[in-house]
């Protein structure tokens, strides 16, 4: 923009110009040609001016200080280019050129037109911006769609192997909320991991209870599997995990997990859907809704056999939690509440088995069996052999092993008679 003062001179320039009228045919008859020409410059230079002026104000919505400087910094431009043209013509024509109402109007016409087209192209390039951003987010949504289309498919081809149908599928995860999960061997591999983790998260509390009640912990791995020969004192906790895995992993190879079902029939589209169902969820949450559910009977039934009553009486100093499962109830104690975290990681693992066709197969590995890389893995990594010495036995299985679409899944054992490399 011009500053204050300059306008103000060239005011004060403009009133004390003297106006000397002469006839309009002599005026233009002196070089009508410069006249043309300057009064095209003044068109153009005020059509400049007006764009200069929208991109001044389309700078400000959004706001944007570059722009806005930018668009300034035209504007004045311009007016210094129109304050050129008026000093040139005055200093070229002193006397004051008479034209005709009708060259008037002919010339605000002509004017009006260029600062229009002006405007249009401003416009155009506005809307030409705005298709672009259009068809960007088009392309993205496209790609979001076939994203969507492959999932779907991938989703319908494991739904096929289950025998379930597609609106059987989405009809369930409609009314469920569930997100999809693909029911895949790296899936029931991912659970399994989960199940072992939980056997010696909960064994661990256990031997820190034991040990607080004064119990002989030598004496009760002992009595667990007497002729174990352990390569460290340490070691014995493999004896409380062991005895954990055979109580918990009991009957999994069964549908109903050695549960009573009262003759109800569970389908493979069954399993999947207590899988999901239970995956996200608290177990005590579950059991606050269904207490005397299949799962609630199944957490009372292996809590009675894992934990035994002469172990609660050196706790707690009385029955009483053991009284209340026996009765149908789950008690809200943190001890329990550790034991459903393992439930719940037994009971998903055995929901995904049946949900496969065929099924998945446990297999157990014998006390005494030789070591087989194929289907045993041991949970001592750092073990040596002497020359000499017979192939290791497996002195305890701490977690089952599994076959699942064609693959192996190892089994977890203690090996008897090991050094460890220090």
């Not at 060259?103 to 809307?127: N, P, W």
Request: net charge neutral.
């Amino acid at each position: 923009m011009l500053p204050t003062g300059a306008r103000d001179t060239q005011l004060r320039e403009s009133n004390s110009q003297k106006v000397h009228p002469q006839p309009m045919e002599e005026s233009m008859n002196q070089n009508p040609e410069a006249v043309e020409a300057l009064i095209s410059k003044v068109f153009t230079n005020i059509s400049s001016l007006k764009s200069a002026y929208i991109q001044l104000q389309a700078a400000h919505t959004p706001y944007d200080p570059d722009k806005i400087q930018a668009a300034d910094k035209l504007v004045i431009s311009e007016l210094k280019n129109l304050s050129e043209l008026k000093h040139f013509y005055r200093e070229n024509n002193p006397s004051l050129v008479c034209v005709s109402p009708q060259d008037s109007r002919l010339a605000a016409e002509i004017q009006e037109q260029q600062i229009l087209l002006k405007t249009y192209g401003v416009m155009v390039k506005k809307f030409q911006s705005e298709i672009q951003n259009k068809d960007s987010e088009i392309m993205q949504l496209q790609q979001h769609i076939e994203e969507a289309k492959q999932k779907q498919a991938k989703l319908e081809k494991n739904l096929k192997l289950r025998g379930l149908s597609t609106k059987e599928s989405e009809a369930s995860a409609g009314e469920n909320g569930f997100s999809p999960v693909d029911l895949t061997p790296d899936l029931f591999t991912s659970i399994v991991e989960a199940a072992y983790k939980a056997i010696h998260d909960f064994a661990k509390p256990l031997i820190n209870m034991m040990k607080a009640a004064g119990w002989d912990l030598d004496a009760a791995a002992n009595s667990i599997e007497p002729t174990i020969v352990y390569a460290k004192r340490p070691h014995k906790k493999y004896a409380f995990e062991s005895h954990i895995c055979q109580r918990m992993f009991s009957g999994f190879q069964q549908e109903n997990f050695s549960i009573k079902l009262d003759n109800l029939t569970i389908t493979k589209e069954s399993f999947f859907h207590q899988f999901l169902t239970l995956q996200d969820m608290d177990p005590l949450d579950m059991l606050g809704q269904s207490p005397d559910s299949i799962f609630g009977r199944f957490c009372r039934s292996k809590y009675l056999v894992v934990v035994h009553p002469k172990m609660e009486t050196s706790f707690f100093g009385n029955l009483d939690q053991r009284n209340y499962i026996m009765g149908g109830g789950h008690p809200r104690t943190p001890f329990y509440q550790a034991f459903l975290k393992l439930a719940k990681s037994i009971w998903l693992l055995h929901r995904l088995a049946f949900s496969f066709d065929p099924p998945v197969e446990i297999f157990q590995v014998k006390r005494g069996s030789e070591f087989s890389e194929v289907y045993v893995g041991s949970v001592v990594k750092n073990l040596v052999m002497d020359e000499g010495d017979q192939k290791p036995k497996v002195g305890l299985m701490v977690m089952p092993g599994f076959w699942v679409g064609g693959s192996v899944i190892q089994s977890r054992v203690y090996l008897s008679g090991m050094k460890v490399a220090e």
